[in-house]
């Protein structure tokens, strides 16, 4: 496995105001993702971050909403923009580290953010 | 859309006994997989199922996948309190990986 760390683990913002989440892996992966889990809810794949490209959105998620970056092997982050109540989630960033095929993910310890 | 269903939602079991949580797709997976989250963390990897009615083993749990690759199943034998938390099941098709809502397991001592 690989150990991810986030910065922020948690942060405190008010609501128009954007939050960049940093995640770094130790070691170079192909596939990164980044999800959101509402309290006491499900994992929602928010979009993969692709090495040298814009990333990949799922349906319900834009850049302008989610900029990501990943500019290089080891690192990406998440913006959350111009946030409003609504966004207040854990956001967690995940690597795949399994056979291309397999998909299965290893996940950073998540940023907690609360908007006010 | 894929859609992976999970039940049940909450599990209260007495310690020592046994449970099983299910896994449900509405479409044939290329995999399965399965995570448990302790509260407050974060997911972490347990297992993951290829092959149609493939069975695994870790300790006290036993993961299932059906015949037709469309369910899943976690039997946990033997209950202990480290076993609190929320399995997610995650179903993987076309590259596309989608979880389920989770069971969450509270334990009575």
């Known amino acids: 496995s690989a150990v991810i760390s986030q910065k922020p683990s948690r942060d405190i913002c008010q609501r128009g105001t954007s939050l960049t989440i940093q995640c770094q892996v130790d070691?170079?992966?192909?596939?990164m993702f980044w999800y959101r889990q509402q309290p006491g809810q499900s994992l929602t794949l928010i979009a993969t971050?692709?090495?040298?490209?814009?990333?990949?959105?799922e349906s319900g998620f834009v850049i302008d909403k989610f900029p990501i970056s990943r500019p290089n092997l080891t690192f990406s982050t998440l913006t959350v923009s111009n946030m409003s109540p609504e966004d207040s989630s854990i956001y967690l960033c995940s690597v795949s580290l399994g056979l291309l095929s397999s998909y299965e993910q290893y996940f950073g310890p998540g940023t907690r953010l609360t908007v006010t | 859309g894929q859609q992976v269903m999970q039940i049940p939602q909450y599990q209260h079991v007495q310690e020592g006994e046994d449970f099983t949580t299910y896994c449900n797709s509405s479409t044939t997976l290329s995999n399965i997989q399965w995570y448990k989250q302790r509260p407050g963390g974060h997911p972490v990897f347990l297992i993951q199922l290829v092959k149609s009615g493939e069975v695994k083993k870790q300790k006290r749990l036993t993961f299932q996948f059906g015949e037709a690759k469309k369910n899943s199943s976690l039997h946990i034998t033997a209950t202990q309190t480290t076993d609190v938390g929320t399995y997610f099941c995650?179903?993987?098709?076309?590259?596309?990986?989608?979880f389920g809502a989770g069971t969450t397991v509270t334990v009575r001592a």
């Open positions: 995650a179903g993987l098709r076309d590259y596309k990986l989608s």
């Open positions: 971050a692709n090495q040298g490209s814009e990333a990949t959105y």
């Open positions: 070691s170079q992966v192909t596939m």
